[in-house]
């Protein structure tokens, strides 16, 4: 039997209707289009209104486009991981009802949390799992409602996040696409760096807490655009060199949406051409664990059989790390 691969074989996305723009934020915070745009790409983000709306409802969303464009019984599906920095709740796992409500009750399902590395660590477990001849179809969405962590009279963190989820199905491939290689990596020192103070098993949630704002994330920026320039383009490099792939084998960049400056920083160390580069961060912000599969979600009909995609992200917590993909179809 040859070698079992795990391979995409359909994509799915979500973004909520509402547009915060730039001009929008120039009437909430001390801020300008001009400044937003040249520092970070962005020009808009999706925002999900409406009460008693989480991160659940973007995910399943996503997974019921999925379903839908591939006409894929939720009944074959083996499990369900969601990667989330914004859970709906604390210790009820996300993926479990979003697995109950798109119909696929034969699987199992937790979340995953990595940060804005989260789908990229998704990955090498949903591949793990295929890859072992265990499970045939695995579901990996990526979902976050980053409004709900963000404080809107804070500039630094309000201009860059968005609400978004998009799915993948991973299945196994016997002709040698899909998974080729990874290199993930994490450093506890980042952990001081991209936080939410309170709600946590260290500082549980107070009247004093909440008081004091402690449950938006806060960001030593300077520090994290440091640390995710220098690390999202090293292992995006060593996975090139690792796998003896030239500039012209690389076919599509597919980076953490971040910061256009972060983008742009790997793909000239990889020495890739930008026409080759994916960006929608103009259009969504940062959506965390969104922003990769929503790339695929937005590009899919430019991919080919047989086309090599790296992948790069870089998190908080420190995580990082790339992967080395060949798609295994063309959507028509």
């Known amino acids: 039997m040859n070698k079992i691969t795990a391979a995409?074989?359909?994509?799915?996305?979500?973004?909520?209707?509402?547009?915060?723009?730039?001009?929008?934020?120039?009437?909430?915070?001390?801020?300008?289009?001009?400044?937003?745009?040249s520092r970070t790409g962005i020009k808009e983000r999706r925002i999900l209104k409406g009460e008693g709306l989480g991160t659940s409802y973007l995910a399943i969303k996503a997974a019921e486009d999925l379903l839908k464009k591939g006409n894929i019984n939720p009944l074959d599906i083996?499990?369900?991981?969601?990667?989330?920095?914004?859970?709906?709740?604390?210790?009820?796992?996300?993926?479990?009802?979003?697995?109950?409500?798109?119909?696929?009750?034969?699987?199992?399902?937790?979340?995953?949390q990595a940060a804005c590395s989260g789908f990229l660590f998704g990955m090498s477990t949903a591949a793990a799992y295929i890859e072992s001849g265990r499970y045939k179809k695995v579901l990996l969405i990526g979902a976050d409602k980053m409004s709900s962590i963000i404080d809107y009279t804070d500039r630094a963190t309000c201009i860059i996040f968005g609400d978004g989820a998009g799915a993948v199905l991973f299945e196994p491939n016997f002709e040698g696409l899909g998974m080729q290689d990874e290199y993930l990596r994490s450093d506890g020192i980042g952990r001081e760096?991209?936080?939410?103070?309170?709600?946590?098993?260290?500082?549980?949630?107070?009247?004093?807490?909440?008081?004091?704002?402690?449950?938006?994330?806060?960001?030593?920026?300077?520090?994290?655009?440091?640390?995710?320039v220098t690390n999202m383009a090293d292992v995006s490099e060593l996975i090139m060199k690792r796998n003896d792939l030239t500039k012209d084998d690389v076919d599509w960049l597919?980076?953490?949406?971040?910061?256009?400056?972060i983008i742009d920083a790997t793909s000239s160390r990889m020495g890739v051409d930008e026409s080759k580069v994916l960006i929608n961060i103009e259009k969504y912000g940062n959506t965390t664990s969104a922003t990769l599969p929503l790339l695929l979600f937005d590009f899919e009909k430019k991919f080919k059989k047989g086309d090599n995609l790296i992948f790069a992200a870089f998190g908080g917590g420190f995580t990082w790390g790339s992967i080395y993909l060949k798609w295994a179809y063309k959507r028509e």
Not at 80 to 91: E, G, K, Q, R, W
């Open 193 to 228: 760096f991209l936080k939410i103070d309170a709600g946590g098993s260290i500082l549980p949630t107070t009247i004093e807490t909440i008081e004091n704002n402690q449950h938006t994330v806060i960001q030593d920026g300077k520090t994290v655009f440091k640390w995710a």
């Open 78 to 112: 083996d499990l369900v991981i969601v990667a989330s920095a914004t859970p709906d709740l604390l210790v009820a796992a996300t993926a479990v009802y979003v697995a109950t409500e798109i119909g696929a009750t034969n699987a199992f399902a937790y979340d995953l």
């Open 8 to 37: 995409i074989t359909a994509v799915g996305g979500y973004v909520p209707d509402f547009v915060l723009s730039n001009k929008v934020l120039e009437t909430m915070v001390d801020t300008n289009d001009e400044w937003i745009t």
């Open 254 to 261: 597919i980076a953490h949406q971040a910061n256009k400056r």
